[in-house]
């Protein structure tokens, strides 16, 4: 097992930018499928940046040019720096992980991630 913890959450405004952490620890020797997930005011919980463990990224084309994601090994973290930042960004964030084993690719539904981390609040005013 893993355990996530995320920090770096906040309030700004819209322009504004926001690094999110995600700290793993535990079984950390496993390869996983890493994601950054968010779920707004009265909104469904929506993948936002997928992760395999060879680096490879896909992201949601919302945020492409404005989030980007990278990892410190060493500390086994993961970044979410999220430049230009919307309202419409406004959302609970949370960091999730699940073994790459299982499957052929990372997957893209929040059902599939049974790691989580406790989620860090992103508040972004106009």
């Known amino acids: 097992q893993v355990q996530l913890e995320e920090s770096g959450g906040g309030s700004v405004q819209a322009g504004g930018s926001l690094r999110l952490s995600c700290a793993a620890s535990?079984?950390?020797?496993?390869?996983?499928?890493m994601a950054w997930f968010r779920q707004g005011p009265g909104k469904e919980r929506e993948g936002v940046i997928f992760?395999?463990?060879?680096?490879?990224?896909m992201t949601l084309p919302s945020v492409t040019g404005r989030f980007r994601t990278s990892q410190n090994t060493a500390k086994n973290t993961v970044y979410l720096q999220m430049d230009n930042l919307k309202p419409e960004d406004t959302a609970i964030y949370y960091c999730?992980?699940?073994?790459?084993?299982?499957?052929?690719?990372?997957?893209?539904?929040?059902?599939?991630?049974?790691?989580w981390g406790q989620g860090t609040q992103v508040t972004v005013s106009s």
């Open positions: 535990g079984d950390t020797q496993r390869r996983y499928c």
């Open positions: 992760i395999n463990s060879v680096g490879g990224i």
């Open positions: 999730a992980a699940t073994e790459e084993q299982r499957f052929v690719n990372c997957p893209r539904s929040s059902a599939q991630y049974n790691y």
